[in-house]
């Protein structure tokens, strides 16, 4: 078995309600950070990783995210033709490699373990990604570049981790640490969403994840878990004994809960201020209406 990691699963099934209206016709992970789709930031960080092969976990209503990864020649011909060198090139920076890309459907809404259980005649047995294009991550160095470094050291299966409060912790998946070694720990439980006030920690799972294929077994068998759903915390928990160790990675970056109201707008800001072009009318446009905010 290569221990390289070089395939990346794309869970993109889900309804998106929480955007709706706006997720009735345009798919969630389609939706604009500053201008580039969602997705497109998860596939940067997957491409600068080292992954090649980009599967994506769909359903009903995603054509208009299997359109986004098509090229487009007649477009590029025209931005040629007129000398839009730099919009041509950000246009092209979108292109994927033929066959690079596949899409899956999941037929019914089972729960995260059961849209990567999806992809398993894919992935083959072989080490492999997994991205939550909602958990949006900005970084120096790109969060799932960390982890292949890390897990290079590490092998088994790794989840990206971050203290969050204890009160949002029944939120996510969290962690019950067995040894504490700074940007890693060793995992000796991981619970999906505890119910308040039973969290074994405050240290929660973000979603990127680089799993054993033993992980896509323990999912064969799987049953439902929290929220009556097929849990990939769970088949990830299953290993914690077994010869693949699980490791929690504090990831060195900020992230942002695109997949909430509140987090996209957070997002927006904030790479909207890392764009040299927009900083400076961005900046002084939130000045203003905080003062104003701050004399009401
Ligand atoms: C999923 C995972 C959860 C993880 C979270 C991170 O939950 O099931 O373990 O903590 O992503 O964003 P979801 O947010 O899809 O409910």
Known sequence: MSNKVTKAVFPVAGLGTRFLPATKSVPKEIMTLVDRPLVQYAIDEARAAGIKEFIFVTSRGK?????????????????RRKGKTELLETLQATNMESGAIAYIRQHKALGLGHAVWCARRLIGDEPFAVMLPDDVIAAEKPCLAQMVEAYEETGGSMVA??????????????????E???????????????AQGTAPSNLAVIGRYILSPSVLENLNTMKEGAGGEIQLTDAIAQEIGGPNNVYGYRFRGQRFDCGSKAGFLQATVAFGLAREELRDDLASFLQEIMLAQAAE
């Open 180 to 194: 504490d070694m700074g940007s890693m720990v060793s995992v000796k439980g991981m619970v999906e969403k505890p």
């Open 161 to 178: 981790a971050m203290e969050v409060p204890y009160d949002r912790t029944s939120a996510y998946g969290v962690l019950d640490v067995q």
């Open 63 to 79: 054509s208009a995210l299997e359109d986004y990864f098509d090229n487009m020649p007649y477009l590029e011909e025209e931005l």
